[in-house]
T-cell receptor
Framework: GAVVSQHPSRVICKSGTSVKIECRSL??????MFWYRQFPKQSLMLMAT?????????EQGVEKDKFLINHASLTLSTLTVTSAHPEDSSFYIC??????????FGPGTRLTVL | GQQLNQSPQSMFIQEGEDVSMNCTSS?????WLWYKQDPGEGPVLLIA?????ELTSNGRLTAQFGITRKDSFLNISASIPSDVGIYFC?????????FGAGTTVTVRA
C-alpha cells in the first residue's frame, strides 16, 4: 500500500505557541490530502481537505485561521495550529488520496498543549 | 460527513474464532473501506471495495460491498492475538470519507 509519513509523531508545547505538523506521501503523489483529529475512543473527524496549489476547504465548525493548511507540493501538506490552547490537544492524522481513489493515513501526531 | 452505523461496538473473542462486523448507512457510497487502528497509530487500510456486490479477501480477511451500496461487512477468520485493535469502516463519496464509530476487538488467549 501507499505510505504516508507525519512529523513530528508527538509534540508538547506551551499555550499560545504555534505548532506545525508535516504530512508527506512517500511513494505516491497526493493531489488531495485530508486532515483529521481524533479524540480518545472516538472515530476520526475530518477537519479540512487540501488540494495541491489551492486553498483548503474546511469542515463546518473548524476555524481556518486557527488551523492553517498549506499543500505546496504533490507530496507535502502542513497543518499549523496557531496560538494553541489545551483544548487543541488531540491526535491529528493526515490522509493522502492515492490514484485508486483510496485514502491512506499517516501514523498520527499527538499534540499536547500545556 | 455523516457517521455510519457500525456494529458491534466491541467484542471479546477466543483465539481461533471467526469475527464479523458490519456497517450500514442511510446514504450510498462509491467505495467502502476497512481500516485497523492500533493504539497511538494511524489507521491502516485492510481492504478497499469499489463495486456494489464486490467480495474481496486479504489473507484471513474478507469484506463485501453491499448490493444497495449502503452497507458492508468484514469477516476475520481464525483470529489470532495480533487481530486485537479497533476496526473502522469508511464509506467514500466525492473523495470524502465518513467513518463508523469503530469495533474494538479483544482476543482471549
Amino acid at each position: 500500500g501507499a505510505v504516508v509519513s507525519q512529523h513530528p509523531s508527538r509534540v508538547i508545547c506551551k499555550s499560545g505557541t504555534s505548532v506545525k505538523i508535516e504530512c508527506r506521501s512517500l511513494d505516491f503523489q497526493a493531489t488531495t490530502m485530508f486532515w483529521y483529529r481524533q479524540f480518545p475512543k472516538q472515530s476520526l473527524m475530518l477537519m479540512a481537505t487540501s488540494n495541491e496549489g489551492s486553498k483548503a476547504t474546511y469542515e463546518q465548525g473548524v476555524e481556518k485561521d486557527k488551523f492553517l493548511i498549506n499543500h505546496a507540493s504533490l507530496t507535502l501538506s502542513t497543518l499549523t495550529v496557531t496560538s494553541a490552547h489545551p483544548e487543541d490537544s488531540s491526535f491529528y492524522i493526515c490522509g493522502g488520496l492515492a490514484g485508486t481513489d483510496t485514502q491512506y493515513f499517516g501514523p498520527g501526531t499527538r499534540l499536547t498543549v500545556l | 460527513g455523516q457517521q455510519l452505523n457500525q456494529s458491534p461496538q466491541s467484542m471479546f473473542i477466543q483465539e481461533g474464532e471467526d469475527v464479523s462486523m458490519n456497517c450500514t448507512s442511510s446514504s450510498i457510497f462509491n467505495t467502502w473501506l476497512w481500516y485497523k487502528q492500533d493504539p497511538g497509530e494511524g489507521p491502516v487500510l485492510l481492504i478497499a471495495l469499489y463495486k456494489a456486490g464486490e467480495l474481496t479477501s486479504n489473507g484471513r480477511l474478507t469484506a463485501q460491498f453491499g448490493i444497495t451500496r449502503k452497507d458492508s461487512f468484514l469477516n476475520i477468520s481464525a483470529s489470532i492475538p495480533s487481530d486485537v485493535g479497533i476496526y473502522f469502516c469508511a464509506g467514500q463519496y466525492d473523495y470524502k470519507l465518513s467513518f463508523g464509530a469503530g469495533t474494538t476487538v479483544t482476543v482471549r488467549a
